[in-house]
């Protein structure tokens, strides 16, 4: 059984930034993708950033050159720092896993495992 805990979500001004940490505890095997989603009012769930199985990682277009997905494997720890963020940033942030390969862009009804969700607010 795997869980997912995020947190580092809040209120910050255009331009600022925030380091998002999605914390992992269960069995998780390297053939495992995480990726992060985000999901605003009235829209659907989109992936923003995602590591595949083989270290890979892919980026939404809109956050490309602002976005890092980074991994502290000693601490089953995935990190999104967002930069340089924008009023259409404002989201609930969810990171997600399973085992499979990662499609880009992904889809939100393929991955079983979820976190509860940290809120993003940019102003």
């Known amino acids: 059984h795997v869980q997912l805990v995020e947190s580092g979500g809040g209120s910050v001004q255009a331009g600022g930034s925030l380091r998002l940490s999605c914390a992992a505890s269960?069995?998780?095997?390297?053939?495992?993708?995480i990726i992060w989603f985000r999901q605003a009012p009235g829209k659907e769930r989109e992936g923003v950033a995602g590591f595949d199985s083989d270290g890979s990682t892919k980026y939404a277009d809109p956050v490309k050159g602002r976005f890092t997905i980074s991994q502290d494997n000693a601490k089953n720890t995935v990190y999104l720092q967002m930069d340089s963020l924008k009023p259409d940033d404002t989201a609930m942030y969810y990171c997600?896993?399973?085992?499979?390969?990662?499609?880009?862009?992904?889809?939100?009804?393929?991955?079983?495992?979820w976190g509860q969700g940290t809120q993003v607010t940019v102003s």
């Open positions: 997600a896993t399973d085992r499979r390969g990662m499609a880009w862009p992904p889809h939100s009804g393929d991955y079983n495992y």
């Open positions: 269960g069995t998780i095997s390297s053939n495992y993708c």
